[in-house]
């Protein structure tokens, strides 16, 4: 839970973060974690080919209602957090809103790994997105062609934490849920770009 000074300190970061645009190379979306403002540098084209390629993969498989979409803000400004995830499955009626999506509405969070900032998918978000209710978290990783599904939110030590992983290398179908991942059809980014 968070103290009414961290509040206080999420709520100026957030205004801050409303009217800042960082130059290039940086994209313009910025997100909030652990009090800093993150900024993001601009994806490259094989990050959103294979977040359009997922994003792709899972509409067909959804239920009505239900939505793969690359583009949305989750926030949740009692944990000081405001993420991007780069594909976000969640109901549809949840994007009616004016202000950024809540976390508790997905029922899955991608996120493709970028070569400038790895540790903000694998430690941040896998730190923060069991406590925002998100209850599958694939994270994809074209580096090295590599991917780690994680689910079943638990409590350890008084925290909300994904009990169960399973590590899977492109080529490999993940299940989540009900829908199927084919990896074969993901980029991997060239050498020079890691």
């Given at each position: 839970m968070?103290?009414?000074?961290?509040q206080e300190?999420?709520k100026h970061?957030?205004?801050?973060?409303?009217?800042f645009a960082?130059?290039?190379?940086?994209?313009?979306?910025?997100?909030?974690?652990?009090?800093?403002?993150i900024m993001m540098?601009?994806p490259?084209?094989?990050h959103?080919?294979?977040a359009?390629?997922?994003?792709r993969?899972?509409?067909?498989?959804?239920p009505e209602g239900?939505?793969a979409?690359?583009?949305?803000?989750?926030?949740e400004?009692g944990?000081?957090?405001l993420?991007?995830?780069?594909?976000?499955?969640l109901p549809?009626?949840?994007?009616?809103?004016?202000?950024?999506?809540?976390?508790r509405a997905?029922?899955?969070?991608?996120?493709?790994?970028?070569?400038?900032?790895?540790e903000n998918?694998?430690e941040?978000?896998?730190h923060?997105?069991?406590?925002?209710g998100i209850?599958h978290?694939l994270i994809?990783?074209?580096?090295?062609?590599?991917?780690v599904?994680?689910?079943?939110?638990?409590?350890?030590e008084?925290?909300?934490?994904?009990?169960?992983?399973v590590?899977?290398?492109?080529g490999?179908?993940?299940a989540?849920g009900?829908?199927?991942?084919?990896?074969?059809?993901?980029?991997?980014?060239s050498k020079?770009?890691?």
């Open positions: 968070a103290t009414p000074a961290k300190i999420y970061l957030r205004a801050f973060a409303e009217h960082p130059p290039p190379p940086f994209s313009p979306h910025v997100e909030i974690s652990d009090g800093l403002i540098m601009r490259s084209g094989r959103d080919l294979a359009l390629r997922i994003e993969q899972l509409q067909p498989q959804l239900i939505v979409t690359t583009s949305g803000g989750i926030e400004a944990l000081g957090q993420r991007r995830p780069d594909v976000l499955v549809e009626a949840a994007m009616d809103t004016d202000a950024a999506i809540s976390p997905l029922l899955a969070a991608v996120e493709i790994v970028s070569p400038s900032n790895p998918d694998y941040s978000k896998l923060h997105y069991p406590r925002l209850p978290y994809v990783d074209p580096r090295d062609g590599t991917c599904h994680h689910w079943a939110i638990g409590v350890r008084g925290n909300a934490v994904y009990e169960a992983r590590p899977y290398v492109f490999d179908r993940i989540i009900d829908w199927v991942i084919d990896t074969s059809e993901l980029p991997r980014y020079e770009a890691c």
